[in-house]
């Protein structure tokens, strides 16, 4: 973690005596994954409890039923993001009944008012950036924002971080294209199938030596090869590739994607993206993120 960061997660975590760290999916648990060891060598850490992908890919997580019954309010629980908002907001509800304080962290810019709902807001609700402050404000109000932490997103930090000290060298001609795990019933306007569908008669996607679909981690790789044949079918060199993200990024001429931080990542390298959102419609806008906005092809 860089320093500056790891001072001022530092100087957040002195507030509690212990943290407990609650991750489903794979955003929050790449922020976890950089801050729990911050909570360890500060003596501050109480346990990783995990559910879903987290629980699946993670052996140090403790499944959320051995969460104690009682908490102190100088105890506090970080809560990531999932997209499971109703477990969110249960969570929520429970750790309010058993006295713990709470903190949600956020791994993205969008999405601000559907993780809480009708249900309370946590007692505390950290954002990446200024940004995220005023987006969080917008979508729920200033009583939102006197709740709001601005602190480093750290997981992004720590992949830009190997990518840049890996020195890997660019390939010409060579495309990432990172996909996120939407479908229709998400009811963005666009989901991932009909993006592959659209770069088949994107001009910009012909000429290329190679675009390397990496699917999201809670996708699975051989339904993505279905689709991904219409692509070759229609001379665009398209394949599945599942290797390390920072490393597709790391090799990239251009990062394609939807809407995931992995654009954010691109970024922060130097490396050209374009996010494909074709066909979105409001709420698809809405959950946007404001950094990719201007690369937007919808």
Not at 161 to 185: N, Y
């Amino acid at each position: 973690m860089r320093s500056s960061s790891a001072e001022a997660w530092g100087r957040f975590f002195m507030r509690y005596d212990r943290l407990h760290f609650y991750t489903v999916d794979p955003g929050a648990h790449a922020m976890a994954c950089e801050l729990v060891p911050l909570a360890i060598d500060m003596g501050r850490l109480g346990d990783w409890f995990g559910e879903g992908w987290a629980a699946a890919n993670e052996s140090r997580c403790k499944p959320v039923s051995a969460l104690p019954r009682s908490l102190t309010p100088k105890e506090a629980v970080l809560i990531g993001t999932q997209t499971n908002v109703a477990r969110t907001q249960i969570m929520l509800r429970e750790l309010a009944k058993v006295g713990a304080a709470t903190i949600f962290l956020f791994d993205h810019w969008k999405n601000y008012a559907e993780n809480f709902g009708d249900g309370p807001l946590s007692d505390v609700i950290v954002v990446p950036d200024e940004v995220g402050r005023r987006l969080l404000t917008s979508a729920l109000g200033p009583h939102a924002e006197v709740r709001a932490v601005v602190l480093p997103h750290v997981a992004i930090e720590a992949v830009a971080d190997r990518i840049l000290a890996s020195k890997v060298s660019t390939q010409p001609g060579s495309v990432t294209l990172l996909l996120d795990p939407t479908e229709a019933e998400d009811g963005l306007g666009y989901d991932w199938r009909t993006t592959i569908a659209a770069l088949a008669g994107y001009p910009a996607a012909r000429g290329w030596a190679r675009i390397a679909v990496r699917p999201h981690p809670r996708q699975d790789a051989a339904v993505i090869a279905g689709e991904v044949a219409t692509l070759r079918r229609c001379g665009i060199p398209a394949d599945i590739c599942v290797d390390p993200i920072e490393q597709l990024i790391a090799q990239a001429q251009e990062v394609w994607g939807m809407t995931t931080v992995g654009l954010n990542v691109a970024l922060a390298v130097g490396k050209p993206i374009r996010s494909f959102q074709i066909g979105r419609n409001g709420k698809g806008a809405r959950m946007s993120n404001p950094h990719i906005e201007p690369f937007v092809i919808s």
